[in-house]
């Protein structure tokens, strides 16, 4: 079975808040679970996050707006 990340985590490895970490999501349309109101997000999506989006300025910008 595949690790299940939280936001936060993701948020953490990342650095960056987790509200840029939803705005991901929603703009790569990135696979997350829903449990009642939790978020879970699966560690293939963590490495989607990071090779569709990578670290460029740009990228990260259009993501924040």
Known sequence: MEK???R??????LQISTRTVDRRIESLKLPVFKV???VRIPESSLKLMI??????????QKTTK
């Open 4 to 6: 299940l990340l939280t």
């Open 8 to 13: 936060k985590q993701i948020a953490d490895t």
């Open 36 to 38: 009642g109101r939790l």
């Open 51 to 60: 090779t569709q989006v990578g670290n460029s300025n740009e990228e990260l």
